[in-house]
């Protein structure tokens, strides 16, 4: 190969190198212990976390079009897949994800992801859920005087994604986290995501930690000061024993939760979740503005705003001082 075209085939090589450099995906930096210099207060992020079933709608998910399609009652089928899943040792979660398709194919039914998520616009709401996240972002942006705090709302749970995707409100969660399948990989659907009730947690130091993308691992340690949204700044909703686990570890690191009823039901579970000190407040599950539940959550908020400020203050003077060099 003679020299001309030798620097011909150098030249396209490295044109080649650096078009395949600017396509390929960018990976966030890893997290480092040293400092960085920080020019504006950067943690002015407020979280609001929700379990789905029993929390957002009155009843599981599956109940309202999955079972119903497939001629199965929901009491009975609960029941069955609790004794399969005490029979078997085997994990509830896993089981009834499981038994959800092993009794659509004996009924001769075949339902994919699209039906899922065609399933999703049939699931009921608790009164004022669909209104809920604007009427939140609302009193957020008229309290925060002049902080410019962000709000972020989150979905953590058991349930399936694919029918939360459904719905009317899932374009209103910054992140969702769900129990999901894999289609097409054996003969049923196999189980590709499982959210336990402690599983949960994992979740909450995604959210915490900044570190959303299921595909990294969050057990690098990162110091408390660079993580981006501390617990203290969180709200967990939920509504009984499976959201224990979220509650408590949110309550243990500084972050709050409130236990919800459905409305007219007995507040007995959530009576018992505050006098364990699992939750700040309990409320029915109205929410609508100015009921029980709106007011107290914006007590919760207007405590975050004001923790807030003074964090930020806080801040500002340490950087003062570093920069005039007081003693």
């Known amino acids: ?89 085997a994990d509830p979660l896993i089981t009834y994800m499981h038994l959800l398709y092993k009794k659509a194919k004996a009924a001769g039914v075949r339902i994919d992801r699209d039906d899922l998520v065609a399933q999703g616009r049939k699931v009921e709401l608790f009164p004022g859920v669909e209104k809920w996240f604007d009427e939140i972002d609302a009193y957020i942006q008229e309290c925060d005087h002049g902080e410019h705090v962000a709000v972020r709302h989150y979905l953590i749970s058991s349930g399936l994604a694919e029918i939360i995707e459904g719905t009317t409100i899932y374009k209103r969660f910054h992140n969702v986290f769900a129990s999901e399948y894999w289609f097409e990989a054996y003969d049923l659907p196999y189980p590709k995501r499982v959210i336990t009730d402690t599983g949960k947690t994992q979740y909450l130091f995604r959210i915490n930690k900044g570190v959303e993308n299921l595909g990294e691992s969050i057990n690098q340690h990162m110091p408390e000061n660079v993580r981006p949204i501390p617990f203290s700044h969180m709200i967990y909703f939920g509504d009984g024993d499976t959201d224990v686990p979220s509650m408590a570890v949110m309550r243990k690191n500084g972050g709050h939760a409130i236990a919800v009823h459905a409305p007219g039901k007995s507040k007995e579970k959530g009576t018992e979740l505050f006098k364990a000190g699992r939750c700040d407040f309990f409320a029915s599950a109205d929410y609508r503005r100015d009921s029980e539940l709106w007011r107290r959550t914006c007590l919760l908020i207007d405590r975050m705003l004001a923790d807030i400020r003074v964090e930020e203050e806080i801040w500002r003077l340490g950087r003062e001082i570093e920069r005039k060099g007081i003693a």
């Open 1 to 89: 190969m003679d020299r001309q075209a030798r620097r011909t085939r150098g030249s396209d090589d490295a044109a080649a190198h650096v078009r395949r450099k600017e396509t390929r995906a960018v990976r966030p930096a890893p997290v480092r212990n040293e400092p960085r210099v920080k020019h504006a207060y950067e943690k002015k992020t407020i979280a609001l976390v929700y379990d789905f079933d029993g929390t957002l709608c009155p009843r599981p998910m599956q109940e309202y079009a999955f079972l119903p399609k497939i001629g199965v009652d929901a009491k009975a089928f609960w029941a069955e897949s609790n004794r399969i899943a005490l029979e078997e040792g």
